[in-house]
């Protein structure tokens, strides 16, 4: 843990269906041994994907977001392609009375596996999280089981939330995506 560091409390954003054992990895490890997060999240079966597109919207942002201070986005191969993250990084960047701004960071998995110059294409990162790299506003990071390390990037995270404005101008997902990369 950052010495005198706050823990803070992380909502985690991933890809349920493909990246559940590295979240359920990062909770063992980041929020019950190590205790250097409060996990804030929405856990698999918390929300009923029958109640329709802006009731799930309407809960994890009223439900989870609203008292979290740093978004986590586990990134793995596909988590470009999902409408809920996309959806919990927009809500995330909101700014307003009852739901505050979170600080917000991006994980490459160890699942994540593209060639690139930097180690990444940011055209396979969700969208909002390449724009909001490129901006300032969040930090991209390796896989760590450190917890000294991530206490360390969720604390500037939640540190930037409020120094650097971020980027959440592009329209939100209407529905998953497909394909090897996004483009504009």
Known sequence: MVLGAPRHRVFVSYHHELDQGYRRVFDVKFAAQHDVIVDWSVELGDIDPGIGTERIRQRIRDEYLRDSTVTVVLVGQETWQRKHVDWEIYSSLRDTSRNPRSG?????????????????????????????????????YHWTERPEELSQWVHEAFLRRDRILPNNARPMFARNRSGARWSD
Not at 113 to 140: E, M
Request: glycine letters at 8%; aromatic letters at 8%.
């Open 104 to 140: 917000l960071i991006g994980i490459l998995l160890p699942s994540y596996r593209q060639a690139h110059l930097n180690g990444y294409d940011p055209h396979t990162l969700p969208p909002r999280l390449a724009d909001n790299l490129s901006s300032g506003f969040a930090k991209l």
